[in-house]
């Protein structure tokens, strides 16, 4: 009898718990969209920002908002991609992307779609362990997937920060790889290149292409990017390390070409001078030859440069005064580039302390605001502590 006790009590809790769940989800449910401050609408037109709503996904454009709430065991499955070409590829290959939970890795064109990562494969002392990469491909023709296991070359330290995929892309019937890998020596990085034939499922070459004494950190935002954009540069923030320690003070770019397999710092004077300070917030986006480089100063105003890249020279700069975007003090979620246009996205407080989504959208040409909207509810509410916003998505 103890026994039926206690599976009616465990059913009790459950159907408890998924009432809960279903209780906080569902909640009020407010009506939010962008509304106009100034400047033209259409600009807004065809862009939705997303995020979430309590546990739901939401897309807020100016007509309004959609959501897409999950049950329970739904939501405890998911795996949530930050990059809409991942979450696309997850709905269309799911039995593919199976257990593939990071953004980093995957490369798509018309033919293939790949994807490599780094793995413990023994332990060979107290720090050091052997890696293997696994290699995987799915043919969009034959509608199969198939995989290869080769051994990192050389030992690695026992650290979970020690080593990843950093950036993959398809050259031919290779699949080239670049990788951080921490060595076991004090501040002892290395970037590699490793290219894999996908014919012979081997390794061709191991390149080590970092300079001795840099720390390098991808801020291209790649991982957030359409993956079968293919982009020719990477942007690497490269510290040096100040007094004796492991603190890191200053920073240069550095640029990783594709194409002609080199690391080159960016010299020019006015970007060194924009991007030195670490402490000072920074944001690159990449638009095939530019890079748009966006500085938050100690004012909070918005220092804009463009540079080009293969022409390795300034095309334009101007600053965004913090004021005119509306934007509390270190308060921007997103920042994002669309052919010519600078997407910004953040917040500031309302007139009732209420947190208050703004966007902003910025010629490059010129540096002027065409258009700038916030995120309110039907009855004019701003957003509220259950809602969270940082992807700004573009639609057709």
């Known amino acids: 009898m103890k026994h039926y006790w206690r599976t009616t009590i465990l059913v009790a809790?459950?159907?408890?718990?998924?009432?809960?769940?279903?209780?906080?989800?569902?909640?009020?449910?407010?009506?939010?969209?962008?509304?106009?401050?100034?400047?033209?609408?259409?600009?807004?037109?065809?862009?939705?920002?997303?995020?979430?709503?309590?546990?739901?996904?939401?897309?807020?454009?100016l007509s309004g908002m959609e959501r897409k709430s999950k049950s329970f065991l739904e939501a405890k499955d998911y795996t949530e991609y930050y990059n809409d070409s991942l979450n696309q590829l997850a709905a269309d290959h799911d039995s593919f992307m199976r257990g593939k939970r990071t953004n980093r890795g995957f490369v798509e064109n018309d033919l293939i779609i790949g994807h490599v990562k780094m793995d413990t494969k023994s332990e060979k002392g107290t720090h050091n362990l052997e890696y293997e990469f696994t290699v995987s491909i799915y043919d969009k023709a034959q509608k199969k997937s198939t995989s290869f296991h080769v051994d990192v070359p050389k030992l690695l330290m026992n650290d979970r920060h020690g080593y990843f995929v950093d950036h993959v892309w398809l050259d031919g019937q290779t699949i080239k790889v670049i990788t951080m890998e921490r060595m076991n020596m004090p501040n002892k990085q290395e970037m590699h290149v490793y290219t894999f034939s996908l014919d012979s499922k081997t390794l061709v070459t191991d390149e080590?292409?970092?300079?001795?004494?840099?720390?390098?950190?991808?801020?291209?935002?790649?991982?957030?990017?359409?993956?079968?954009?293919?982009?020719?540069y990477m942007i690497y923030e490269g510290l040096d390390p100040v007094d004796s320690g492991d603190a890191y003070a200053y920073r240069e770019l550095y640029v990783y070409d594709t194409?002609?397999?080199?690391?080159?710092?960016?010299?020019?004077?006015?970007?060194?001078?924009?991007?030195?300070?670490?402490?000072?917030?920074?944001?690159?986006n990449l638009t095939g030859?530019?890079?748009?480089?966006?500085?938050?100063?100690?004012?909070?105003?918005?220092?804009?440069?463009?540079?080009?890249?293969?022409?390795?020279?300034?095309?334009?700069?101007?600053?965004?005064?913090?004021?005119?975007?509306?934007?509390?003090?270190?308060?921007?979620?997103?920042?994002?580039?669309?052919?010519?246009?600078?997407?910004?996205?953040?917040?500031?407080?309302?007139?009732?302390?209420e947190q208050s989504n703004v966007l902003n959208i910025v010629d490059l040409s010129n540096g002027m605001i065409v258009y700038q909207g916030g995120i309110h509810s039907k009855n004019g509410e701003s957003t509220n502590s259950n809602m969270y916003v940082d992807t700004i998505r573009f639609v057709k």
Do not use: W
């Open 208 to 232: 080590i292409i970092t300079p001795s004494a840099i720390q390098l950190n991808n801020i291209s935002g790649n991982d957030r990017q359409d993956i079968k954009s293919q982009n020719r």
């Open 289 to 353: 030859d530019e890079a748009v480089i966006t500085r938050f100063s100690e004012s909070g105003d918005a220092e804009v440069i463009r540079y080009h890249l293969s022409d390795k020279k300034v095309i334009g700069e101007f600053t965004l005064k913090m004021d005119e975007l509306r934007f509390q003090k270190n308060a921007v979620s997103r920042i994002t580039v669309k052919e010519d246009r600078l997407y910004l996205l953040g917040y500031s407080k309302s007139s009732r302390n």
């Open 259 to 284: 194409v002609t397999a080199k690391l080159e710092m960016i010299t020019d004077q006015k970007v060194r001078n924009l991007v030195h300070y670490r402490y000072l917030n920074l944001s690159i």
């Open 13 to 61: 809790v459950s159907v408890l718990c998924l009432g809960t769940y279903y209780t906080t989800v569902s909640g009020k449910k407010e009506d939010y969209r962008i509304q106009t401050i100034s400047g033209n609408e259409q600009e807004a037109a065809k862009l939705a920002i997303d995020g979430r709503y309590l546990r739901d996904q939401i897309s807020i454009r």
